[in-house]
């Protein structure tokens, strides 16, 4: 078998849509102007949650690579592509672009991998091409020294405490009203939705926050007697809340 010249950088988004496919074409420039022996590739995790995407890629990042004068036809032409067991394998590098979003859906799709994966902290948000680039670039310089992994930031090294053993109070329709809110206050535009007051125990509220983090495809975490979930879910979760039974009540704006 014949010996590959280069090796290979797998980016991963949610869609294959935006994130990683600018990340790949950007990539793919600057490795071939550093003369680096990488090429990237981009595949979807969830391609599905893209329904409502228009075209082959998003208009907006080809925009931005156009105006860095990069201009990649074929790539631009591409249709959003899934992660498959193949690709993972003859990867010699995975990206991750958001943990909080990605995790989940590589523990319940490729959960042999997650150890492989480098995540990064790059939202599915309008002009973060920025923080693309200097991520990427980051990566390159990595990759030219040795292609040594980015030490986890303390900030990403989560130790969640057990929950203490209590009787699981079940939700019963007519009981309380469950609150659903959105905070953004000191949280730097990153808003997340809030849930709170629900009728059950530590460990309900656990596994409440689980099914309500895997409904909407994204993070969250259980802190102060409250789930917290990332972005705006708010009618998402309103309508998943209902068909469990729970009467529901939007406070807030």
Known sequence: MAKRSEKVVLFLCTGNYYRSRFSEIFFNSVAGKLG???RAISRGLALERGSANVGPMAQSAI???EQKGIRASEEFARLPAHVTTDDL???DYIVALQQTEHLPLLEQRHPAWIEKVEFWDVDDTPGIFGLIESEVM???SRLLSGGKRREPRLQDIKVEEPAPKQETIAAKPGGSVVKVGRETKGRRGKGVTTVFDVPVDAAGLQELASKLK??????GTVKDGRIEIQGDQRERIILELEGMGYRVKRVGG
């Open 36 to 38: 680096l022996k990488w």
């Open 63 to 65: 925009k931005e690579l």
């Open 89 to 91: 394998e003859k990867a």
């Open 138 to 140: 980051d990566l390159t």
């Open 214 to 219: 895997q409904r909407c495809g994204t993070g």
